[in-house]
């Protein structure tokens, strides 16, 4: 597992020291992974500080990223949560449809949505682009399989005592899950900040755009540079990293609690 765990960190490696060569050093064999003359201040000041405001496309991504993160969050937790301890008449027929819509490709649809969005006053802001990552069906799915591990001996409990769901939901459910809720929030945040489908389709003005549309006009226009784009590329996977590290004894934790019956 050490040796596959080596290669895979080998192309990332490559691309930390490629950002920080000279572009005539950058493809020279063997693979010299210390530079021996260092470029990384020009590199990254040729991003940061350069024509593109790359700042400007990074700032757009951690709005979108996080708010996103967060209302998909709440809105899939409560989903989960009244899909399997609230009882109503018809709650399997409608998960089984909720479900049903994750077999839909999200291709088949780019063009209602479009239209739609058009019609709501919603294309062409970040309003729109994180309404459309809202509800994800993977993750009230996931967070369900978590709740119905909740004994429902806490949920009698606390009614007996007069506590109503949203009472319960959040003074006992979430604490209950706060693993998954942490893991399904770090999955959410990767899926939404490398998302570059919605926000090419959904965004116009270049002071919207989002950093992989920005990374994507910074490689067209220094597709020859790759010490540039690696720099940029780096740059652009240092919040994922962050928010993995933070959160990965939670990751950890929610992947045993799965794992775990009763």
Sequence with gaps: MGAIGI??????LWMISAS???ELEVFTYPIQWIPKTWHAAQNYRQVWAGDYPFALYYWNSIK???LTTAISVTVSSMAAY????VRFKGREALFLLVLVTFMVPSQAILVPQFLLYRWLGLFNN??????LNCFSVIGTFLLRQFFLSIH???IESARIDGA????????IAVPLVRPALATYAILRFIWTWNDYQNPLIFLRSEELFTL???????????????????????????PLLVIFVIGQKNVIEGISMGGVKG
């Design 20 to 22: 920080l060569k000279p």
């Design 164 to 171: 109503g769901h949203f009472r319960i939901f959040t003074g």
């Design 7 to 12: 290669l895979f960190m080998l192309p990332f």
């Design 126 to 131: 970040h309003a729109g682009l994180i309404l």
């Design 212 to 238: 992989q549309l920005g990374i994507r006009k910074f490689a067209d226009m220094n597709g020859e540079f790759y010490s540039l784009i690696m720099a940029a590329a780096v740059s652009a996977i240092i």
């Design 152 to 154: 429902n001996d806490y």
């Design 64 to 66: 979108v990223t996080v």
């Design 82 to 85: 009244g899909f399997s301890k």
